[in-house]
């Protein structure tokens, strides 16, 4: 599975932006999805992720009301509205496969995109 990540830029605080994470291959909707972020020196964080079918999601606590996340299995497509973003949420963002174990952890996920770079001004 190939995942490409597009969307990020540069924009003020309280601005928005919307992330796409296109995946190859026919078998993306049998995936849960998820979306890290990793600031400069930081570890690689989850944001958020979503079931297979996109009924279930889970957001850190840091975006909770903030971001949604959402997928279009026709497009093999998983998204991450931004809203009201904040400088504290500079960081590269990578969509990721879950593959088993802990939901919140980085190593439970597999085929990493290679990040889109967001950035908030203040």
């Known amino acids: 599975l190939h995942l490409v990540e597009s969307g990020g830029g540069l924009v003020q605080a309280g601005g928005s932006l919307r992330l796409s994470c296109a995946a190859s291959?026919?078998?993306?909707?049998?995936?849960?999805m998820g979306w890290f972020r990793q600031a400069p020196g930081k570890e690689r964080d989850i944001v958020a992720y979503?079931?297979?079918?996109?009924?279930?999601?889970y957001y850190a606590d840091s975006v909770k009301g903030r971001f949604t996340i959402s997928r279009d299995n026709a497009k093999n497509t998983v998204y991450l509205q931004m809203n009201s973003l904040k400088p504290e949420d500079t960081a590269l963002y990578y969509c990721s496969v879950y593959s088993g174990g802990s939901y919140y952890r980085m190593e439970s996920y597999d085929y990493w995109g290679q990040g889109t770079q967001v950035t908030v001004s203040s």
């Open positions: 979503i079931s297979r079918s996109g009924a279930g999601t």
């Open positions: 291959g026919r078998t993306f909707s049998t995936y849960t």
